[in-house]
Every structure is written in C-alpha cells, then in structure tokens.
C-alpha cells in the first residue's frame, strides 16, 4: 500500500504561483506512475497531470498545458506540480495519486491540499 502526504497549497492572487509536493511513503515509489487530480466545489475530481515511472513522460489536461509542470524525485519519494500562471478557475482540492500501471487511473489516493486563487 502506497501512503501520498501533499504539501504547499495555500491562497494566491491571480498570475501568481505555487508548487505543490506529495511525498509517499513507499519503496515501490520508484516504480509508479504518479498523478495529479483536482475536485472543485461541486465538481467531479479531474486529472491535472501524470508522469511517468523515470520521469521521462508528462501529461497533463488541456486547461493546465503550459502553466502547470510535473516533477519526480525518486531518491526522495516525492513527486512536484509546479503552477504558474494560476488562475480563478484552478481553486480545488488537489489530490496526489499513485497510479495504476499503464494507465491514467488513480490506483491510491492523497488527503489533498487545498489550492485558493483570488482574482
């Protein structure tokens, strides 16, 4: 079992920034895909961002390409999303995920850090 702990949300003005961290807990960390999701106030969760096992391969929804960035440190078990250029519409909860192999699908789930931008 893969325990996720995010870190670094918090409230941000609109065109300003914030990097998110989840760390995980497991030795299998380094070979698991990893990802972002974000569930805003009545709203389903979505998929933000997926990165692949070396940290070779990103993907990331239409609505965050070219602002949000996803990284992977695997000596230290701990996965980034870098957000730039935050807007309005990106104020959720956003969830680390441990994802299922080949696929896009959260496998386990992070507690979630809250991300707040004011206009």
């Known amino acids: 079992q893969v325990q996720l702990l995010e870190s670094g949300g918090g409230l941000v003005q609109a065109g300003g920034s914030l990097r998110l961290s989840c760390a995980a807990s497991?030795?299998?960390?380094?070979?698991?895909?990893m990802g972002w999701f974000r569930q805003a106030p009545g709203n389903e969760r979505e998929f933000v961002a997926g990165i692949s096992v070396s940290g070779g391969i990103t993907d990331y929804a239409d609505s965050v390409k070219g602002r949000f960035t996803m990284s992977r440190d695997n000596a230290r078990n701990t996965v980034y999303l870098q957000m730039t250029g935050l807007k309005p519409e990106d104020t959720a909860v956003y969830y680390c995920?441990?994802?299922?192999?080949?696929?896009?699908?959260?496998?386990?789930w992070g507690q979630g850090t809250q991300v707040t931008v004011s206009s």
């Open positions: 995920a441990a994802l299922k192999p080949g696929t896009l699908e959260p496998d386990y």
């Open positions: 497991a030795r299998a960390f380094s070979s698991t895909a």
